[in-house]
């Protein structure tokens, strides 16, 4: 099975509490379009290259999942409807890409 990365900016104004609720959410939703999560990169916080939705923020996960590939748009279209979710990107992972060599 294909192993994508789903990235998800969620809104930086959330409590712990709020922060949790959102992610098992999200947990959900993948878990319901038959993801298997493998990793769980929380990185928090953090300053975002250009302001969405005129917050400089934004509170920063990566998933590692394996996933068929037709529920990609579905997943993705779910996941925009939250309220607190601000952006999600789903990209295919190729490990053999992160390892090659250039050879010149």
């Given at each position: 099975m294909p192993q994508y990365e789903v990235n998800v900016i969620l809104?930086?104004?959330?409590?712990?509490?709020?922060a949790a609720l959102e992610k098992d959410i999200i947990k959900a939703a993948l878990e319901r379009h038959?993801?298997?999560?493998?990793?769980?990169?929380?990185?928090?916080?953090?300053r975002l290259a250009y302001p969405i939705q005129k917050d400089p923020e934004g509170n920063v996960l990566f998933y590692t999942v394996e996933m068929a590939g037709g529920s990609n748009a579905a997943l993705q279209r779910e996941l925009r409807l939250r309220d607190h979710v601000r952006r999600v990107t789903i990209l295919r992972d190729r490990p053999e890409w992160r390892n090659s060599k250039k050879k010149k």
């Amino acid at each position: 099975m294909p192993q994508y990365e789903v990235n998800v900016i969620l809104n930086p104004n959330l409590d712990g509490a709020q922060a949790a609720l959102e992610k098992d959410i999200i947990k959900a939703a993948l878990e319901r379009h038959g993801a298997q999560i493998k990793n769980v990169d929380d990185w928090g916080n953090r300053r975002l290259a250009y302001p969405i939705q005129k917050d400089p923020e934004g509170n920063v996960l990566f998933y590692t999942v394996e996933m068929a590939g037709g529920s990609n748009a579905a997943l993705q279209r779910e996941l925009r409807l939250r309220d607190h979710v601000r952006r999600v990107t789903i990209l295919r992972d190729r490990p053999e890409w992160r390892n090659s060599k250039k050879k010149k």
